[in-house]
C-alpha cells in the first residue's frame, strides 16, 4: 500500500567536509550505512542505521594504507566491497574486501588503473568494478579503462578486461555517436568506464562509457565483452527539448536551439520487463580537461559555418548560446576549421534503453530543468554548462509500483519516476536534499526495521534518509 508520492525526509547526518558522503552503500545483516569519506582523511564511515530517523556514526574504516581515495562502495552477504584509486591514479588500484560486522579484513586484490565505481551481482558471486583508466594531466602516461571481475567464491581472483577487441570496429561505432575524443587517438586508452549495472540473473553486466558516450555490454559467464552501444545525441531544436543555455540573460527562459547534445550517461540501472532487460541511465555528461588537452569551449569563441548558421553572429551573444560549453572534438563536419554543428556534453535528461539493441526506448528529454523551475531549485548558473546535471540512479519496488530515483547533482533534488512499465515512464515528484547528491541508495521495507522503503540520498556535504 505504500505509495512513492509520500516520500518525505525523515532523519539526516552531517559527516564531514566536501568530498565526505558520496557513495553509500548498506548492510541489512548489520543495519549499518556504510559512507565514502574523503573530506579530510581518506576512510569509510559506518553509521548505525537501526533507527534510520536517527542514524549515528558508530567509527570509520581507515583505507589510506591501501592508496588513495576511496572512490565506491558495495555490500552483500555481510561483505563490503571498497574500490581504492592508486596514490598516483594512473597506477592500478585496489578492492578491499571487510566484514561489515567485524570490520576486518578479508582480501584485499588488484585491479585495474582508478577503479571509479564498485558493485556486488545481484546472488553475490561476483565483484565488479568499472575502472576509468583517466590520463595523467599532461596526458603522458594514459592507463587502458577496464572492467575487473573478481569471483568471490574462488579465493577473490581477478579477471580484468580491456576493450582492444573493439579496435576494429572504431569506424563503424564513432559513425553513431561513439567519441573517441582524447589526443592520443588510441582506443583502448580512450575508453573511460564509469558505471555498472548487473541483471537479475547476475549473467549480464552493462557498463556506462561515459566520455565516450556508450554503453559496453559485458557476460559474465564468459568474461567477455560482447558489444558496445553507440548512444548518439538529442536535439534540441525538436519540440519538447526546449532549453536554457544561457547563464547571462537575466532570465529561466527554454527555447529550441540548433544544439545536439551527446547523452554520456554516468549511472546506470536495469530491469526485466515482458522479457526484455530495460536500462536507465542518468545522462550527467563529462569533459576531458587536463593541462595538456581540454576539448571544452564557449560557442562565443567559435568559428560558425554560415550557411549552417546564417543567424551565427546573433547566436553567439552571451544572452543566447555564447556561453554554452560545446566540445571541439566533433561538429567540424567538413574538417575546414568552422562549426557546421554544436555538441554540448550532456543530454540534461534520463533515459531508457533496450538492453539488446541499445535503442532508446525514452527519455526525458529537458523535463528535469523545467520541472526544477516549476519548484524553485533550478540553478541558472549551471545553464551554460549541464542544467541539473542528472548522475545517480537508484531503483526499487515500492508498494506495487517500480520507482526510479534520478538524483540532480546542481538542482539538490531527486526526481522521482514510476518505472513500473520502463517504456512509460511517469513523472511523480521532486524530493530536495544535501548539497550536490552523488549516490542514491534504495532499502527495500523488509531491510529496515521501519518496515517501510526507504531510499538514502549521499550528497558531497551530507547525507540525508
Known amino acids: 500500500t505504500e505509495q512513492a508520492s509520500s516520500f518525505i525526509e525523515i532523519g539526516s547526518i552531517d559527516i564531514g567536509d566536501v568530498g565526505a558522503a558520496e557513495i553509500t552503500a548498506y548492510d541489512p545483516l548489520s543495519q549499518r550505512l556504510f559512507a565514502v569519506n574523503n573530506g579530510v582523511v581518506n576512510k569509510i564511515d559506518v553509521i548505525d542505521l537501526s533507527n534510520p530517523a536517527q542514524p549515528k556514526l ?68 561476483w565483484i565488479l568494478t568499472a575502472n576509468e583508466g583517466e590520463p595523467s594531466s599532461d596526458y603522458q602516461i594514459d592507463p587502458e ?79 567477455k565483452f560482447v558489444s558496445i552501444m553507440p548512444l548518439g545525441s538529442m536535439d534540441y531544436s525538436k519540440p519538447g527539448f526546449e532549453a536554457d543555455f544561457s547563464d547571462r540573460d537575466n532570465q529561466i527562459a527554454f527555447n529550441s536551439w540548433p544544439v545536439r547534445g551527446f547523452y554520456m550517461p554516468d549511472g546506470i540501472e536495469s530491469m526485466q520487463f515482458e522479457g526484455e532487460t530495460y536500462l536507465f541511465t542518468a545522462n550527467e555528461g563529462d569533459a576531458r580537461e587536463y593541462s595538456a588537452f581540454s576539448e571544452v569551449r ?69 523535463e528535469l530543468d523545467k520541472k526544477c523551475n516549476l519548484w524553485f531549485t533550478y540553478d541558472d548558473n549551471r545553464s551554460d554548462d549541464k542544467g541539473t546535471e542528472p548522475e545517480g540512479l537508484a531503483l526499487g519496488a515500492v508498494g506495487n509500483k517500480k520507482i526510479l530515483f534520478v538524483g540532480l547533482e546542481r538542482s539538490d533534488a531527486v526526481a522521482v519516476y514510476d518505472v513500473t512499465n520502463p517504456t512509460k515512464p511517469t513523472y511523480i515528484k521532486l524530493l530536495p536534499c544535501g548539497d550536490a547528491p552523488e549516490g542514491l541508495t534504495f532499502i527495500s521495507p523488509k531491510q529496515n526495521k521501519l518496515g517501510r522503503s526507504l531510499l538514502v540520498v549521499s550528497s558531497e556535504n551530507r547525507s540525508e534518509e
Open 298 to 366: 564557449r560557442v562565443n569563441s567559435l568559428r560558425l559555418d554560415a550557411t549552417a548558421f546564417p543567424n551565427g553572429v546573433a547566436l553567439k551573444a552571451d544572452a543566447q548560446l555564447g556561453r554554452l560549453n560545446v566540445t571541439t572534438t566533433s561538429g567540424d563536419i567538413d574538417f575546414d576549421g568552422d562549426f557546421d554543428m554544436l555538441y554540448s556534453l550532456n543530454s540534461r535528461s534520463f533515459s531508457v534503453w533496450s538492453g539488446t539493441t541499445g535503442t532508446q526506448i525514452f527519455d526525458s528529454q529537458t
Open 145 to 223: 579503462g577496464s572492467v575487473s571481475i573478481i569471483d568471490v567464491n574462488n579465493g577473490f581472483s581477478v579477471t580484468t578486461l580491456d576493450f582492444k577487441s573493439f579496435a576494429n570496429q572504431r569506424a563503424t561505432l564513432t559513425a553513431k555517436g561513439f567519441r573517441v575524443s582524447g589526443p592520443n587517438g588510441n582506443f583502448e586508452k580512450d575508453i573511460e568506464p564509469e558505471y555498472i549495472t548487473v541483471t537479475e540473473d547476475s549473467k549480464t553486466a552493462y557498463v556506462t562509457l561515459q566520455e565516450n558516450n556508450g554503453i559496453a555490454k559485458l557476460d559474465l559467464e564468459a568474461k
Open 58 to 125: 558508530l567509527t570509520s574504516l581507515p583505507i589510506s594504507s591501501y592508496g588513495g581515495f576511496a572512490n565506491s562502495v558495495s555490500v552483500s552477504n555481510g561483505r563490503l566491497a571498497v574500490a581504492i584509486e592508486a596514490l598516483i591514479k594512473q597506477n592500478a588500484g585496489k578492492v578491499v574486501i571487510f566484514d561489515t560486522r567485524e570490520l576486518v579484513e578479508i582480501k584485499a586484490v588488484t585491479v585495474g588503473a582508478l577503479p571509479d565505481m564498485v558493485t556486488f551481482s545481484p546472488d553475490g558471486k
